[in-house]
């Protein structure tokens, strides 16, 4: 919907240009006309030659694609790339130069994609949301079905693998911080035996208030800390 809007809003401004003007409006128009879509796909291999200038040694292109020109009808259009290491845009300016935004994949909070109307002319539009406070993340409008559909396939996977690392590194660090509960150990026998086993019971239910056991390994602990006595 977003890319019939660009073209609607594109339409009517010069149609009210051209009627203000008594239909001189019609030479500007035919100027930025020329100007927009004349050796287009020339500068969109400039912009794709400066996107992978700036590729990190060993660092491989997953994905990649050129704004469709609906959404940049007034500016130079944005080449978005989805590589093994993070995601990539590279906008070039009107008079020379370039922007380039990235975002590394363990940056990642979501991604989501949506579907234009009139995919074949507006395509699809991604959105990367960043886990890092003041990032406001991505939004690319316009990037081609296929290819949004091949960079929301890859985030999702990176999304998901990197959730999985920082879930595994919080059980480590939650189990660190209760100190370890040793299971099976002679020193509960004897002189304090009672205080010990009372306090790694405790440390097993610490464990799993904060999700890093179920309650079946729960269970089990705490059998074999009684089962000492």
């Known amino acids: ?116 109307i009139l995919e074949v002319l507006c395509g699809s539009n991604l959105a990367f949301d960043s886990l890092l406070p003041g990032h406001a993340g991505f939004i690319i409008d316009g990037v081609p079905c296929e290819a949004a559909t ?5 985030a999702q996977y990176e999304e998901q693998a990197w959730e999985e690392k920082r879930r595994v590194r919080g059980l480590e660090e939650t189990r660190a911080a209760s100190g370890g509960v040793m299971i099976g150990s002679a020193d509960g026998a004897g002189s304090g035996g009672g205080d010990r086993m009372v306090e790694e019971i405790r440390k097993a239910k610490e464990l799993l208030d904060a999700g890093a056991i179920s309650d079946t390994e729960f269970q089990e602990m705490k059998a074999k800390i009684l089962g000492r006595v």
């Open 150 to 154: 091949a960079m929301y396939a890859k």
């Open 1 to 116: 919907m977003k890319g019939v809007v660009e073209l609607l809003k594109a339409v009517g401004l010069w149609l009210l240009v051209s009627v203000l003007s008594l239909g001189v409006g019609l030479i500007p128009l035919a100027i930025w006309a020329a100007l927009v879509f004349l050796g287009a796909e020339e500068r969109a291999q400039k912009a794709r030659a400066t996107l992978k200038s700036t590729l990190m040694t060993g660092e491989q292109v997953v994905a990649e694609a050129v704004q469709h020109r609906v959404f940049a009808l007034f500016r130079r259009r944005i080449v978005i790339a989805i590589t093994s290491s993070r995601i990539l845009t590279v906008q070039r300016g009107l008079l020379g130069g370039f922007k380039m935004a990235d975002m590394q994949w363990k940056d990642l909070k979501d991604v989501r994609l949506e579907q234009n």
